[in-house]
């Protein structure tokens, strides 16, 4: 009985101690998830102002991506917010896990910008976004948001900005 006893309190007294450690190792995964997915949209950022000139009236380049932002599982905590900041607020991009620090970034030195008004994004999973090449050199980061009445499809979209 004793044996039990010590076995059971032994088994809480462990996962106790372990309980913090993998909730830390949780919120610096997701983290990791949220900057990689930032360095492929400044990856195509870059490549899209390298590759293609802005046109100053009609249709402008243009790049689409996917982006998986993580999302709350049992073992990983999901996204809180992810802001990107509207053309003339050169802040950067800020992002915030369930539970984690607020971390902040300015792709390709602040030229990475949203929407006017800005883009935020309030929850994980898969959000896809179009890179507009501005004629100032900046790029426009917009979410893509589809009407799927009248035979619309992702083919036919037009970016539009969108809180998530």
Known sequence: MIRAVLAVALAVALLGVSLPVVEEAGRAHSDARVTNQLDRVESAAQALRAQSVAAT????????????????????PGLARLTVPGPGDRVGV?????????????????????????????????ARVALLLRPNGTVQLWRLNFIVERGATAAHGTARPAVG
């Open 57 to 76: 009236q009609g249709v402008t380049a243009r790049r689409t991506l996917s982006l998986s932002l993580p999302e709350r599982t049992w073992a990983h």
């Open 94 to 126: 800020t992002w915030r896990v369930e539970g984690g620090a607020k971390h902040s970034r300015r792709l390709l030195g602040g030229d990475v910008v949203g929407p006017p008004g800005g883009l935020t994004l309030r929850e994980g999973g898969t």
